[in-house]
């Protein structure tokens, strides 16, 4: 039931974010362009830094706090889907804030691949028979968010 309820949801808030949601935000932080790619950038580029949070004090943290927060993250990772770059007539957004939804969106899908192959290539010659631990990855996925930004940050820049 879950599933298909979060499947309507997602349907539903991928047109309400690219028509309502996204220029009503570009209209407010476009003045400035540093907020509107750190913007931009926080659907996405934000969750994988909560991401890393979470997978750093993944041991330390009560086993009530861990559910709690992969539910937050759960409703996140929705919430960041929603941003994904379709082929809608949505009004203009700002150039900076639309390359920070961009990157940020685009930087997830090829970190999906990065992330796992450069920590096993920084990893497995130091440590030849012993796996990453959390707090490895939770440090690759915050780092990557941050390269994530600082590219944003470049690129609507640069154009």
Do not use: C
């Amino acid at each position: 039931m879950w599933t298909v309820l979060g499947v309507f949801a997602f349907i539903a808030l991928v047109p309400a974010f690219w028509y309502w949601i996204a220029p009503a935000i570009s209209d407010l932080v476009g003045p400035v362009p540093v907020l509107a790619v750190i913007t931009g950038w926080l659907p996405v580029g934000g969750f994988l830094a909560a991401v890393g949070f979470y997978l750093v004090n993944h041991d330390d943290l009560l086993a009530r706090t861990r559910v709690r927060m992969a539910w937050v993250l759960g409703v996140w990772g929705v919430l960041a889907l929603t941003t994904m770059p379709v082929d809608v007539n949505s009004p203009p957004l700002v150039h900076e804030y639309y390359t920070g939804l961009q990157v940020g969106f685009l930087g997830a899908l090829t970190g999906a691949v990065l992330v796992p192959v450069g920590v096993y290539a920084l990893w497995k010659p130091f440590h030849r028979r012993k796996e990453p631990t959390t707090a490895v990855w939770g440090y690759a996925f915050a780092v990557f968010a941050v390269v994530l930004l600082l590219l944003a940050a470049a690129l609507s820049w640069l154009t």
